[in-house]
Every structure is written in C-alpha cells, then in structure tokens.
C-alpha cells in the first residue's frame, strides 16, 4: 500500500447510520483460524471498486457478537478485495463486492461504492471495541486533507477568475481608471469585482496559513522531543482540526461560487471550469463528518468539554502577536484585540448556558465554529503581513500581503458581530416553533 501497488479505503456509513456509527449493523463473526466472518453493506466508500490496483484493502467498522450497545461496541477490521497468498501476492477472491456506484454531483474521477461484505474474511486492528479510537488515528489528517481540498478548488477559481477579470473588457470604470484607447475597461478596474477578487484571496491565501499552522501542530504532536510541547500542540489539533475541515471547506464553497460570479454566464457553462469547481468543492463540506457535525465537536467536546481550557493555547498564540504590534498596522492589531475579547464573552455566555438549556450547543454550534475561523484568519493574517513588512523593498510583490491583510481586516473579520450576536441568542429563537408548524 505504501508503494501504491495497494489501494484502501474507509468503510464506515451503512444506509441506516451515517453520523450515528453507534448503530451500525455490520457484523463480525470469530472463525477457528483466529480471522472473523464480515457481513454487513457500507456504502458512501470511496474508491470501494476500480481496475486502477491489483488489490483494495478495506478497514471495515463492525460489531462483534458480544459488542456492548453504542458506539463503544465497534470493532475495526482489516477486509482485503483479494486474500494474500502464502508470498503476501494476490491470491483468491474474498467475499466482497461492489453493489453499486453513485452518480454524483461532483468529483465523478472518484468511484463511490456501496460495498457488501457477505461473510468476507477478515482480521481485528487493534482491541476489540476500539474501532472508532483506532480509525480516528486517521482521521486528524483526513480532515486536515479535506480542507485543502476545498482550499484547492478555491484556489483553482481564483486563478481563472483573476485570468479573467485582467482580460475582460465590459464597461467603464472610475474617472481614474478609465483607458479611451480602448472601447472598455477590463472587469478589474471595477469596484464590485474587486471585492470579489480580493475576498477569495483572503480566504485562499489564509487557507494555506491555516492549514500550514494546524500541520505544524500535527507534526509538532508526533515529533517532538519535548513533551510539553507534545502535550500543547495535542490540545491545539484537538481545537483546529474541526476548524480546519468545515471553515477552510465553507470558505472554500464561497470562494468557488464568487469565482463562478466573476465570469458571469461563462462561469455558468463548462467551458470554463468554474461550475465543476463549485461541484466538486461541494462534497468537502459534506464528508469525513459534515461541517455541522463539526462544529458540534469543536463547542460541545473540545471548547464546552474542557470548560474553555483548550482555547486556551490558541488564545495565547494569538496573544503572543498582539504584544508585539507595528505602527503600520496599528488600526488591525486593535481590531484583532477587540476580536479576541468578543470570542472570550461570546464562549463564557455559551459556557453559561450549557446547564440551563440542553439545546443550546447544538444551536449556535456552526457560527461559533465560524467565529473561531474568522479571528484565527485575522492572527494569520497579521502575522503574515508583520513578516512581509521588512521585506517589501527587495520584494515588492509582498506589498500584496500586507494589503491583503487590510482588506480582511476591514471588510472579512467584522462578520464575527453578526455571528456573535447569532451565538448569544442561543436556542431561543430556534425553538419558537412546535414541530406542526414548520
């Protein structure tokens, strides 16, 4: 599998049960030779059939006979298309198969399987009932990787939404701008097409110092020879992982469908490309555990499970720029303090509620995650401009950066006050309603 001769997958949602793995119904039954029986039907499995490699493993969730009821009662299973000969070579077939393949609304490169497992033979990873902890060993980086596929088709749009802007000529800008050697002016001279531009650069420029950042903690949490340090980053990929996969994929969503705007009825046919960006960034904020699903983990198990005490070490990371300030950006450091207070309010109200009101984590859990998002953008983002500063006059094309950096500022970050305010309402407004009147 390591030299890619082997493909696998992540056999995890059956028809019944996709974010409730607790209830899933694949079995698996102990046989004399010390492997288990599979039987049961995933499906949602990506790359679960294809001619691509010799052989697929798949790692398979299923329950023993005597599995204790929930999501503790999961096992995992290794489950390959072939068995392995005596040589470790592909030998007889084993006894799962494809049922079918989905038609899409995007990323139709990628074959997605419904798998039937019918008494295939099959060997336990790890302990039995510890499935889930042994597949999340997984599943930081999956969702890590997730985010930069939605940063990468965001970035994808935007380069042909700049291509674009730069050449096509329809209208006639500012006094300022205009060019009468020409019967128009190129769509970038444009106020509107600006802020369009310059949203998607925010976001994909601070995509990659986001997702840059959360893999440094990764790698700092598996290298490390310092154990406190280990132990620090542990609890900022706890914090940032659920951010990274729903805010870069939300952000990245937005960005394609701008870069769609941009070109306007063009970006509505495929000629262009624009329309399978937006299609295919679609998926990343539905799979490896939607952005909803997401945002439950980052405020009901990360921020209100550890009574705030995992923010803490993201709070100070960004405490740590705000003490170091420079005069050129005077005006966005105070901003990014008042952010900062305003996260810390809005989580103490939140964390205030939680015994009172049962619905109220799972009712301001996606803008809580947003808010988060847009004040982590606005650390990186003086971050990036503070060390793009000094180096402007031998580099000029870094000039951008800082510019950029006002520009989220002044018109991105001031979205957390409506997020907050959605935050601070809690389940109130949700729960007006009787189930008859919806």
């Given amino acids: 599998m390591t030299a890619g001769e082997w493909t696998g997958t992540m056999c995890l949602t059956e028809p019944h049960a996709g974010t409730d793995l607790g209830i899933i119904r694949t079995k698996a039954e102990p046989q004399a030779d010390g492997s288990y029986a599979v039987t049961g039907t995933k499906i949602f499995i990506t790359g679960g059939e294809h001619d691509l490699t010799e052989n697929i493993v798949h790692l398979v969730l299923a329950k023993l006979p005597d599995a204790p009821p929930g999501s503790k009662g999961i096992s995992l299973f290794i489950v390959p298309k072939f068995l392995p000969d005596a040589d470790g070579n592909v030998g007889e077939r084993n006894g799962v198969q494809c ?114 950042y959360v893999g440094q903690q990764l790698d700092t949490a598996k290298y490390s020879d310092d154990a406190s340090e280990k132990v620090r980053s542990e609890a900022l990929v706890a914090l940032l992982t659920p951010i990274a996969k729903a805010f870069i994929t939300d952000t990245g969503f937005e960005t394609t469908v701008i870069g769609q705007q941009i070109l306007g009825g063009h970006g509505y046919v495929r000629e262009w490309g624009q329309e399978q960006l937006v299609r295919d960034c679609r998926i990343a904020q539905i799979y490896e555990g939607t952005n909803g699903i997401q945002a439950l983990d980052l405020l009901g198990r990360k921020v209100a499970g550890s009574r705030g005490e995992l923010l803490k070490p993201l709070l100070e990371d960004i405490q740590a720029v705000l003490d170091e300030p420079v005069a050129e950006l005077e005006a966005e450091y105070q901003q990014l303090a008042e952010a900062v207070k305003r996260v810390s309010a809005v989580t103490e109200k939140v964390l205030s509620q939680v015994g009172r009101d049962e619905n109220v984590i799972n009712s301001v859990a996606m803008e809580y995650l947003h808010l988060l998002g847009y004040v982590i953008y606005g650390y990186l983002w003086l971050r990036m401009a503070k060390a793009a500063l000094p180096l402007t006059a031998e580099r000029p094309h870094l000039s951008s950066k800082v510019k950029t950096a006002k520009f989220f500022m002044a018109r991105l970050l001031p979205r957390i006050e409506s997020l907050a305010a959605a935050v601070e309402d809690g389940s109130q407004s949700l729960y007006l309603h009787e189930l008859s009147e919806f």
């Fill in 99 to 212: 049922g079918s393949i989905e038609h899409k609304m995007g990323i139709h490169a990628s074959a997605t399987c419904v798998m039937n497992f019918d008494a295939a033979k099959g060997w336990l990873v790890g302990a039995p009932h510890q499935g889930l902890p042994a597949m999340f060993t997984m599943m930081n980086y999956e969702r890590l990787g997730v985010g930069i596929q939605g940063l990468g088709a965001a970035a994808r749009s935007y380069q042909t939404a700049l291509e674009y802007a730069q050449e096509r000529i329809q209208g006639r800008g500012a006094q300022v701008s205009r060019n009468f050697d020409k019967e128009a002016d190129p769509l970038i001279v444009h106020g509107d097409v600006r802020r369009m531009l310059l949203t998607m650069k925010a976001f994909v420029e601070g995509g990659r110092a986001f997702s840059t």
